[in-house]
């Protein structure tokens, strides 16, 4: 393992050592896995403690605001992050994936066996064609903008719901240009992962009207 591997390591063990056999699991898996099907970038295997896992994780860690328990919603899941690590390190929660391709939502439910995992549902679906329910978390990684992302997925959130939202360099940016049509409480941590990264992190109040948050360059 490189320094930053053996580091990203380290912080997963002293903070979730009950966890580490699953994740062990997981990564093993994975790295068979993403020799048959395209799960992750071939270069971001080669750091996955700090690309995938740790960068999942820190999810649990990085608000100043206290992760609600109950239901989490992990929207374009993809390989399982950051969903599956954190079905892994709370075994306890519900925990749901969802993914629009098939290969992809397979690999889940194989990966969640895998790790004994009996809190993660898996859902191939479209975002756009989940039923209406509400969740205590709704997380998405590399999944979609902003304010596509709250077009599709406002109904499953109340005020009282985080959301977790990794956003890579653009973070601040895309939460700058968010329509003052989303009655919203979000500010942008830095990632554990990556100085450069942000999640954004927060609550949705709801629509402040009924006009569509497309537009652009409407900053609050
Ligand atoms: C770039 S990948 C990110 C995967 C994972 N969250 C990660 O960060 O590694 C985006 C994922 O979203 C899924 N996806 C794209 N559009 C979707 C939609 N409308 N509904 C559900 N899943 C979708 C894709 O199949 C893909 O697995």
Do not use: C, Y
């Not at 075994?91 to 004994?116: C, I, N, Q």
């Amino acid at each position: 393992m490189t320094p930053g591997e053996t580091a990203a390591h380290d912080w997963l063990t002293s903070r979730h050592h009950e966890a580490m056999a699953r994740l062990e699991l997981l990564v093993n898996a994975l790295v068979d896995e993403n020799a048959r099907q395209n799960l992750v970038s071939r270069p971001s295997l080669e750091a996955v403690w700090q690309r995938h896992i740790l960068d999942s994780a820190q999810l649990l860690h990085v608000s100043r605001e206290t992760v609600p328990s109950g239901s989490w919603l992990d929207l374009g899941s993809g390989a399982g992050f950051p969903g599956l690590v954190i079905a892994a390190l709370q075994p306890e929660r519900p925990v749901a994936l969802v993914d629009s391709r098939r290969l992809r939502t397979e690999w889940l439910v194989r990966a969640a066996a895998h790790m004994g995992l009996a809190n993660v549902e898996v859902i191939l679906s479209r975002v756009e064609d989940l039923p209406d329910r509400r969740w205590s978390v709704i997380s998405a990684r590399a999944f979609a903008p902003l304010d596509r992302l709250l077009d599709v997925a406002a109904r499953f959130s109340t005020p009282e719901t985080l959301w977790l939202l990794p956003k890579g360099a653009r973070a601040q940016h895309e939460l700058n240009e968010l329509g003052a049509d989303w009655n919203r409480v979000f500010h942008v941590e830095q990632s554990l992962t990556d100085p450069s990264a942000g999640i954004i992190v927060g609550h949705l109040i709801g629509r402040t009207d009924k006009t569509p948050s497309r537009k652009r360059g409407s900053r609050r």
